[in-house]
């Protein structure tokens, strides 16, 4: 069977994990817009292409020194690997060929070869043919200087800068959705350019003008005024040219207002919706990010405290003025409905988030958005906030990390008032970190040389602070309480909870940051 080899190697690359890793590195590089790498390969290539195209501009009245020649063939060699990694990150080629496999077997029938090679063939040439990869071919053929005439392509090789620059991408993406409208204003200005230039030649273009002795000086007179250009070298001299000049320059005016109408009301339609997706890629960069569902009272609430604790979170909500006020307060946001799994998936699921807390006043959608990330991302904790005491239950049942239930709260925040206000002032000022008393976590990192001592070792008694427990593994279910200074030892990734002094805590953390020297 001719096609067993090609199978057989879409199986091995597809089960390999380093080819997988490598092809993903590929795709972080040259594609990925969430890829901390990116950026960096974007700048590196556009300031190459400067400055390639600074040395072919001086390669044509200057001899180019050795070094100008050995930089411009190093960056043409790094243009065509590119271009060669775009073309093999463009297609899954040895998913499809298994998926034809297995509906071969499906239908006992034998896999061909000449299906095979059609499939590789098609996806390859889809990209080749691509205007970006059109672009990045014609980009190189400056490069052989025998043939001069290649250097006309030179306006290509900043036409590359385009790939990198994702302002002028979003630009572009928004406009798109007016592609029918530019059409239309296409059509009619080359209507208008080729009937003013018939007429215009048909009219002076038979010995009345000295200036048009061909249909091509009359169609480039035609696209000047347009244009509104009017560079004055062929001005008509009949009546009816006249006339033409007057329809043609009213109709490029209108043109241009159309044109210039169409952009402001793309650009006003889809800003807001540009400047969410920007907010997403800069939050998908984040480690550990929580994500809020619901910026009302409790969740503004919520996130000044996040915001003052230095931790990085992203907003999510549907009404208007909760997003406004998310945005004046400089949070990342995304206005959109939670209920769509598209939205969790987008900003949950796309992401590398460690903590969600639903905090919306409607309990359906609280439960909706629990039941949605616990199905697929159950290591995810959710902090899901009940509106009705009967809903805490369901909640439970849904497998949520921790219900908030606020009503509740405040009523046993009350009845300890009323009962002891003493002590209850007193711990007040503990969690607000009031009087230089603070309560606060710290971390024993993974392969830190502070695993295997004791807190007494570590030096903990030289400062005014008290361990209230350690989490093990970080985990809040699984948590020694009050432990013996002079016994326990820490394990990887414990957390602390500790109380004392703020500055003291602070100096200690310190320690823990040079954990690894």
């Known amino acids: 069977m001719l096609a067993k080899p090609f199978i057989s190697l879409a199986y091995f690359l597809d089960s390999s994990a380093s080819y997988k890793r490598i092809k993903g590195f590929t795709y972080d590089i040259l594609e990925n817009p969430k890829s901390k790498i990116k950026p960096y390969f974007d700048a590196f ?40 990694g775009r073309l093999w990150i463009h297609d899954n080629l040895s998913k499809k060929i298994i998926s034809y496999h297995e509906k071969c077997l499906e239908i006992k029938k034998e896999p061909r070869l000449s299906e095979i090679l059609k499939m590789i063939t098609v996806a390859k040439l889809k990209y080749i043919f691509s205007p970006m990869s059109i672009i ?19 306006i290509f090789r900043l036409l590359k800068i385009f790939r990198y620059t994702r302002s002028l991408n979003t630009f572009f ?32 273009g038979i010995g009345n003008n000295p200036n048009i002795n061909s249909y091509l000086d009359a169609l480039y007179w035609s696209i000047i005024t347009i244009t509104t ?56 960069k984040v480690d550990n990010l929580i994500v809020v569902f619901g910026h009302g009272r409790m969740g503004r609430t919520l996130c000044k405290e996040l915001s003052e604790n230095s931790k990085e979170f992203l907003v999510v909500d549907r009404d208007e003025e909760n997003i406004q ?44 958005i629990l039941l949605t990330i616990k199905a697929e991302r159950s290591e995810i904790d959710v902090i899901v906030r009940a509106n009705n005491f009967e809903n805490i239950k369901k909640f439970k049942l849904a497998k949520a990390d921790f219900v908030i239930f606020p009503y509740e709260t405040v009523a046993v925040a009350a009845v300890e008032y009323i009962g002891n206000s003493v002590k209850f002032d007193a711990i007040e000022n503990l969690l607000v970190k009031k009087e230089g008393i603070a309560l606060d976590e710290i971390d024993i990192l993974e392969d830190s040389n502070l695993i295997g001592k004791t807190m007494s070792e570590i030096g903990f008694k030289d400062f005014n602070i008290n361990t209230i427990a350690v989490l093990k593994n970080g985990n809040s279910r699984n948590y020694i309480f009050n432990p013996d200074w002079e016994e326990y030892r820490f394990e990887a990734n ?4 500790v109380i004392g002094d703020e500055e003291d805590i602070k100096e200690v953390k310190k320690t823990i940051t040079r954990q690894f020297t």
């Not at 044509?60 to 050995?70: D, K």
């Not at 414990?494 to 909870?497: E, F, G, P, W």
């Open 494 to 497: 414990d957390a602390l909870v």
């Open 136 to 154: 990045d071919l014609l980009a190189i053929l400056p490069t052989y200087r025998p043939l001069r005439v290649l250097r006309i392509f030179l």
């Open 45 to 84: 290539i556009i300031a190459l292409v400067l400055v390639t195209v600074f040395i072919l501009i001086y390669d044509i009245a200057h001899h180019l020194p050795y070094h100008f020649e050995l930089i411009e063939n190093i960056a043409v060699v790094i243009f065509i690997i590119e271009w060669l």
């Open 229 to 284: 250009v009017g560079y004055g070298d062929i001005t008509p001299v009949t009546y009816t040219g006249k006339v033409v000049t007057f329809f043609l320059v009213a109709g490029g005016f209108f043109i241009l207002i159309l044109a210039t109408s169409i952009v402001t009301n793309a650009l006003s339609e889809k800003i807001d919706i540009v400047l969410e997706d920007r907010q997403l890629l800069k939050a998908s």
């Open 325 to 368: 006020k998310a945005k004046e307060l400089g949070y990342f946001y995304i206005r959109d409905d939670a209920s769509d799994y598209e939205t969790i998936k987008n900003v949950v699921f796309n992401n590398n988030v460690s903590k969600v807390v639903v905090t919306t006043e409607n309990d359906a959608l609280n439960l909706s």
């Open 173 to 204: 993406k928004v406009l798109k959705d007016k592609k029918m409208e530019f059409n239309f204003l296409a059509i009619m200005g080359v209507f208008a350019i080729f009937m003013s230039a018939t007429i215009m030649y048909v009219f002076e």
